[in-house]
Nanobody
Framework: QVQLVESGGGLVQAGGSLRLSCAASGSIGSINAMGWYRQAPGKQRELVAVITGFRSTNYADSVKGRFTISRDNAKNTVYLQMNSLKPEDTAVYYC???????????WGRGTQVTVSS
């Protein structure tokens, strides 16, 4: 069984910072892309940031310059450093990983991030 366990969410004031972590475990094989998505109430899930197996990164325009994605391959863990948080960043943040072989995609259960004004 494959498990993705997210941590690091919480309540923070606008302008503050949070660091999300997502650790993958189980028979997941070799991981290519690792990413973070978010879903706010009444909105569709959207990509926040992704980092590939070649360590190239891509960010949503709304978080560029404020969020940084990184990964530790030895730990099968992806991180999202979120700085200068805004109320509009409030959402449930989901971790996603995609394997090299068969491009299997796995999702975490999500962690709530709430930014107060």
């Amino acid at each position: 069984q494959v498990q993705l366990v997210e941590s690091g969410g919480g309540l923070v004031q606008a302008g503050g910072s949070l660091r999300l972590s997502c650790a993958a475990s189980g028979s997941i094989g070799s991981i290519n892309a690792m990413g973070w998505y978010r879903q706010a109430p009444g909105k569709q899930r959207e990509l926040v940031a992704v980092i590939t197996g070649f360590r190239s990164t891509n960010y949503a325009d709304s978080v560029k310059g404020r969020f940084t994605i990184s990964r530790d391959n030895a730990k099968n863990t992806v991180y999202l450093q979120m700085n200068s948080l805004k109320p509009e960043d409030t959402a449930v943040y989901y971790c996603n990983v995609v394997t090299w072989i068969r491009e299997n995609s796995y999702w975490g259960r999500g962690t709530q991030v709430t930014v107060s004004s």
